[in-house]
DNA sequence: GGCCAGGTGGCCA
DNA sequence: TGGCCACATGGC
């Protein structure tokens, strides 16, 4: 890894991966700012050991995806390379192997349309685990539209920006950009009270070390980690299960309270109704251990 | 103008 | 444990 410090970064990818399907995902959520899409490129700054190195993702036949990049000035050395990497296939959840959800998958009356028009497409996660934390508390109880503008202005406001050739790239704010503000700090952003002081409250809860990634990560079991994120103020079933889902990769996470999957059961099985909370569990059956996939793919269809 | 939104905490029996 | 209710504000 020393003398390759110049020149892109090859990053293998497993059979059931399609990079178009990854694209067209994102790029239905371009405005919060964290990323810039083209038809068959995404650029963003990516946090790795204290800087932020901007990259532009292509995919590269028979090789993978190709991280190349962007500022001259600013090129990985030793050990960020291996970070970057291990962001990147994070992100695009590159490590999960998917033949075992596709095989249930296509036979499944919910989800085998599902898996067939969108083969390939990775549980796009969010690598960063404060990050997931927040987004769930901002998407809590509003529609995805005006989350996704307070997700934006919580960004611009707070994060950090890499400047290149005249864009602003953006880097999610970090638990101590937002552990020090009070709760009128984010009344401007048209936040909640209660969404602020949850925002604020987890912030110090992860700088002061009492809410460690790992110690979640390494629960034994997934009862175990939604108990460990539950007991923050403002975290929910709903909100714990979303970041073991998106971020910390728990197979079996299942915000099964979430309206948009009530919504997308709703569209997949015909019905003039949402499902009840029972009715879920009896679909949910055949999905033991991939309800995260399940979920995200689910969601996709709406 | 009214209902809904990728819920949660707090209170009560 | 399970059932209400306040919260709070934009989108459609």
């Known amino acids: 890894m020393n003398d390759a410090s110049i020149g892109p970064l090859v990053i ?25 899409i083209g038809p068959d490129w995404i650029v963003r700054a990516i946090p790795v050991n204290g800087r932020n190195f901007l990259v532009k993702i292509t995919e590269e ?5 190709l991280a190349e990049f962007l500022e001259e000035d600013n090129l990985p050395v030793g050990d960020d390379h291996l ?25 499944d009356p919910l989800l085998g349309e599902a898996v067939k028009t969108y083969y390939g497409l990775r549980n796009v996660g969010i690598p960063d685990f404060f990050e997931a934390i927040c987004w769930g508390i901002l998407g809590q109880q509003i529609n995805l539209t ?8 919580f960004v611009e406001t707070f994060g950090q920006a890499v400047h290149w050739e005249g864009h602003d790239y953006w880097v999610f704010p970090r638990p101590e950009d937002i552990a020090g503000l009070s709760v009128e700090d984010l009344t401007p952003l048209q936040l909640s009270a209660r969404k602020s002081e949850y925002l604020i ?3 110090n809860e992860i700088v002061e070390g009492r809410l460690l990634e790992e110690k979640v990560a ?15 103020r403002g975290i929910g079933p709903w909100t714990a299960n979303y970041v073991l889902m998106r971020c910390l990769r728990f197979p079996d996470a299942f915000p099964i309270a979430d309206v948009g999957l009530h919504n997308a059961i709703k569209l997949v099985t015909g019905s003039d109704r949402k499902p009840s909370l029972e009715e879920i569990r009896e679909h949910a059956l055949p999905w033991k251990g991939f309800e995260a996939y399940a979920t995200f793919y689910l969601w996709r269809c709406l």
């Open 12 to 36: 293998e990818v497993p059979k059931e991966f399609s990079f178009k399907q990854n694209l067209d995902y994102l790029a239905m959520t371009t405005d919060e700012r964290l990323y810039e």
């Open 61 to 65: 036949p028979d090789e993978g995806l």
């Open 83 to 107: 970070e970057l990497a291990r962001y990147i296939r994070h992100w695009f959840d590159l490590d999960t192997d998917l033949a075992p959800f596709y095989q249930m998958a296509e036979k």
């Open 146 to 153: 005006f989350a996704y503008t307070l997700k934006r202005r």
């Open 201 to 203: 409250g987890v912030a």
């Open 218 to 232: 390494e629960a034994g079991s997934l009862d175990e980690a939604e108990k460990v994120l539950t007991r923050m």
